[in-house]
């Protein structure tokens, strides 16, 4: 992990005044990890996938270029121990022929002329273990990815808004946008772009604004939140551990932008 990265993500949770203890509740992140990603020990972090995973939802988590932050991760090289290994030359064995002469068994299964008669089948054996052991490489990146979405309770695809019914609100009427915490969750808003709001919001708590045109919302667990417009519920904004952007809210309705 290139230490830049490390110290963009601690600097910028410090900035919001944020406990490495709130990123945990709020994403379900171990703190472990989150110190290992701000202190750059890629060698202490999971296998790639897990790790790359946990960046970009810290990333997201904290308002950051997360897209940018993996490219730069990419092209960390990872410094593995290598392993010396010691080939010993196979035991001769030799035989006897019926007429008393010793000739070397070894030297015998290796020969030019048995390998060049045995070439097609030892290709084709060749190709066989590679289709066997290229399935077997496969089924395991599918099962990783699987235990990922289970361990995180999170999606790999661009997360999506569920429709919410449309609904116009007079433009003489005022607005009244709600957040309300079902779980602790980091959340940061925007009142007519001026941002208003950016912490944790503890769970059973609830704040509300009187936007003239529109309000946005990001938050780290879209699962944890309800939203209600002009005290309307509309419900939670996306699954639990979730991270959103740009949650819009206007006299039209709710969507994503």
Known sequence: M????????KQER???????EDISSATKINIRIL????AGEIEKLPS???????????ADFLGLDSTAMLEEYQEVPVVKKKTAVVVKPAAKEEAKTGDGSVFS???QLISP????KN????????????VIVGGQGIAALSHKVQALKQANGISLSTARLPQTPRFLIPQNAPLEVTLRAIESTWAQVRVDDQIVFQNVLVKDSSEVWHPKE?????VGNAGGVEVLLNRKLLGKPGKRGQVMKGILLSREGMRVQ
Request: positive net charge; proline residues 2%; hydrophobic residues 50%.
């Open 105 to 107: 068994v070894g030297a």
């Open 2 to 9: 290139i230490p830049a990265i490390g110290k963009t993500l």
């Open 14 to 20: 410090e900035e919001k005044k944020l406990s490495l």
């Open 35 to 38: 110190e290992n990603l701000e």
């Open 119 to 130: 070439r097609t089948i030892l290709l084709t054996i060749g190709i066989i273990l590679v």
């Open 48 to 58: 790639g996938l897990y790790a790359r995973s946990f960046l970009k939802q810290y």
């Open 113 to 116: 002329l048995l390998f060049k």
């Open 214 to 218: 529109k309000a946005e919302i990001w």
